[in-house]
Every structure is written in structure tokens, then in C-alpha cells.
């Protein structure tokens, strides 16, 4: 093993046969859970570049996230054949289910679905083609690289429960990661906020809506005023107390079955966001106390009123990297290499890079070019697709990087 190789800033990928990787992907069903369609495609590529099959593996991480599924996380891992720390790539399998039935069509610079009620599947399938065609491109080619760890994880599109759950020594201890997600190439995501989500149950009490309506409790009435009292008080959409900022959503009312029928059970998933762990929990707090206060006021003819149950889980914790980082700087030289300028960013949205800044893994993410994700507008430009090929093999073959 040497100790060192010149950097391979020439060395260059093949954007075409990433992109054709990229196209036969797109169309493969594979919503959260149901990944592996998408994981025997990677995994026949790698095998037919030369990957031993001892190198891959697959965790159990779909045996403790909250659904299940059909499998774990799928993990390449080389040897290095020059000396320095490993370091991983990883995207994601799974699409969203609107992704369902993409039928990915060139024009120009731009890929988008010819079927019009279908998103592309860009994200994250460029991402998995990204790293894929990274990893092909070592195999085949023989290029100089320090060990190496490529991870395609499931069940990011449903709260990041792949990378929650991995099984984190079948990584081989990487000393920095590069995920790739959406957005342009050039824009390295340092930071993210935190995420928690509630399961709320309403239990009223029936009665008949036209005869006997006072002696019922409408679980409905409650949802609604505690709604209203949250978005009255400031504490749903954007968040702002003094200097602390989060935000507040209530996504999801399921209840009622008849118009004739005092409704006594709605159920209400919602979410409290922010990069203040704090103010996050202080979010949470107000949600609960605005069910309860709204439980208390419902009351029927004889002062009976409903109850609530609140079940809540973190699905990840916010996180920010210095900018003095190396896998930052990494990254920001990676992508001077192509002639962009890196953009430091701080994203709202939830990332596989929560997780593995949590299991101590330093990471940054980047983008392949996806445009409008989990929309039927979805599209991918292709220019920036293939910068990101060539980032991505830079940072996976440059052992000069520390």
C-alpha cells in the first residue's frame, strides 16, 4: 500500500453511462420500505464491475424502524489502495410515492417524466446513481483510493429511518462522509434543523347529530380549537418568540364517518422543527397544552368531556459543522475542481447527515441537480448532474484529503 499519489484532479468519470445509470433507475418503483428493486439493481452493477460479494453487505435497519420493510441499508466497503482515514459516499434508495411511474425523458439539458401525473424520481435516484458510477468507476479502472465506504440508505423519505437505525460497524469506522441529496453541486449543506413528530388521538363521545347532539362530544370541535388556539398564539407555521425561530405543523386529520354522527375519534399527526433543541421542545410543550386545553373546554349536557393521547418521537436532531471541517473543505475544493464556487448552506429540511453527525460521523451533503422534488415538476439538469459525478469521484480517489 503507498503512502501517497499524486491528486487525481484529471481524473475524469463517465458522465455518459452515469446518466444511462441514473435514467435506469429513475423508473424503478421503490417507495420507502419497498427498496428492493432499487438495491438488486445496484447490487448487479457492482458485482458485474468486479465488487466481491463479500464487500456488500445489508443491515437490519428495517427490523426497528417504525413500519418495517423489505430491507436494510446496503453497504459497499473497499480496502484502500493508499494510505489515509476512509471516508464514505451514501445517498438514498427510496422515492416518494408520487415518483410511482416516472418515465424519465430528455430534453435539452433538462429530464422530467413524459408521464404528466408522475414526479422523476431524481431524488434520490441521481444520488444513488452518483455514487454508484463512483464506485464502478474504481472497480473497473483500478484508480488509486484510500479505503472506502459506500452506503445507499433506506427510508429517508418517511424520517431518515435508514440512517437512524444502520447498523454503524458494518461502515468500517469512516472519518468523514459525503451524501448526496438534492439541489445544485455546489451547494455543501453544513447544517440542518431538528425534527420531532407527534401522534395525537382524540377520544369524544358519539351520540346521534340530529336528535341527541348535546350529549356527545365532538372530537372534531376539539381538533379545531386547539388548532385555532396554536395558530392564534403564534405557535403554528413559522415560529417566532424573541430571538428563537422554529416551526409548526399540523399535516394530517383523520376522524368522523357520517354527518348524523357526533364524531368521537380523530387522529392528527403533526411536527415541531428547529435548530434549537430548546425551542423545539418548547413547541411541543404548547402543542400538547393547546390538545388538553381544548379536551378540557368540549363538554357535553352533562359536563363529561373527551381525553387526548400524545405519542412523540425525535426523528432527528439538528446539527452545524465549522466551517474549518475537512470534509467541508473537502467538499469546497472538490467542487472548485469544476470550475463552481462552493455554497455554504443551513437547510430546514430534515437529511441522512442528522443521523450520521449523530453516530459521529461528520458529513456534508450535496446536491446532483434535482429541481421541484416530490412534484410532478420534478426535473433534473443534467450539467449539474455530471459536476456532481465529478466531485464525487474527486473526493472518493484524492488520498491527499485529511
Avoid at 64 to 81: I, W
Avoid at 109 to 138: H, M, W
Avoid at 367 to 389: K, N, Y
Wanted: with cysteine; aromatic share 4%.
Amino acid at each position: 500500500m503507498s503512502s501517497a499519489v499524486p491528486r487525481n484532479s484529471d481524473t475524469q468519470p463517465d458522465v455518459r453511462r452515469a446518466l444511462e445509470l441514473a435514467m435506469q433507475l429513475m423508473p424503478i418503483a421503490g417507495r420507502s420500505g419497498q427498496e428492493v428493486p432499487v438495491a438488486d439493481f445496484v447490487r448487479r452493477e457492482l458485482v458485474r464491475a468486479g465488487a466481491a460479494p463479500s464487500d456488500l453487505a445489508t443491515d437490519s435497519a428495517h427490523r426497528r424502524t417504525p413500519g418495517g420493510g423489505q430491507m436494510g441499508n446496503l453497504v459497499l466497503k473497499l480496502p484502500g489502495t493508499v494510505r489515509g482515514p476512509r471516508r464514505m459516499l451514501s445517498a438514498h434508495l427510496d422515492t416518494v410515492p408520487i415518483c410511482v411511474g416516472s418515465q424519465p425523458q430528455r430534453k435539452g439539458d433538462l429530464i422530467r417524466s413524459a408521464n404528466p401525473v408522475t414526479g422523476l424520481g431524481a431524488d434520490d435516484r441521481a444520488g444513488v446513481a452518483v455514487i454508484l458510477n463512483t464506485a464502478l468507476e474504481i472497480l473497473e479502472r483500478g484508480l488509486p483510493h484510500p479505503p472506502l465506504t459506500f452506503c445507499w440508505f433506506v427510508q429517508e423519505e418517511i424520517g431518515l429511518h435508514g440512517s437512524r437505525c444502520l447498523t454503524k460497524s458494518l461502515l468500517g469506522k469512516p472519518a468523514m462522509a459525503f451524501n448526496w441529496d438534492g439541489g445544485s453541486p455546489a451547494k455543501l449543506t453544513v447544517g440542518a434543523t431538528g425534527g420531532y413528530r407527534l401522534a395525537i388521538e382524540i377520544l369524544g363521545l358519539a351520540s346521534h347529530a340530529g336528535n341527541s347532539p348535546e350529549w356527545g362530544v365532538s372530537a372534531i370541535a376539539i381538533a379545531a380549537l386547539a388548532i385555532a388556539d396554536l395558530q392564534r398564539s403564534g405557535w403554528h407555521g413559522d415560529v417566532r418568540k424573541g430571538r428563537q425561530h422554529g416551526t409548526c405543523n399540523v399535516g394530517v386529520i383523520q376522524g368522523g364517518d357520517a354527518t348524523n354522527v357526533v364524531t368521537d375519534r380523530v387522529s392528527i399527526r403533526a411536527e415541531a422543527r428547529s435548530h434549537q433543541p430548546r425551542f423545539r421542545q418548547r413547541i411541543v410543550a404548547q402543542i400538547e397544552k393547546a390538545f388538553q386545553a381544548a379536551a378540557a373546554e368540549v363538554k357535553n349536557a352533562a359536563g363529561a368531556t373527551g381525553s387526548i393521547k400524545i405519542d412523540g418521537r425525535l426523528d432527528y436532531e439538528s446539527y452545524r459543522l465549522s466551517d474549518r471541517e475537512p470534509c467541508v473543505r473537502a467538499a469546497a475544493e472538490a467542487v472548485r475542481i469544476t470550475g463552481r464556487e462552493p455554497e455554504l448552506a443551513v437547510t430546514n429540511g430534515g437529511l441522512d447527515a442528522n443521523w450520521l453527525v449523530r453516530h459521529g460521523i461528520p458529513t456534508v451533503s450535496l446536491g446532483c441537480g434535482q429541481l421541484h422534488p416530490h412534484t410532478t415538476s420534478e426535473a433534473l439538469l443534467v450539467p449539474d448532474f455530471e459536476d456532481a459525478c465529478r466531485i464525487a469521484l474527486h473526493l472518493a480517489t484524492d488520498a491527499n484529503l485529511r
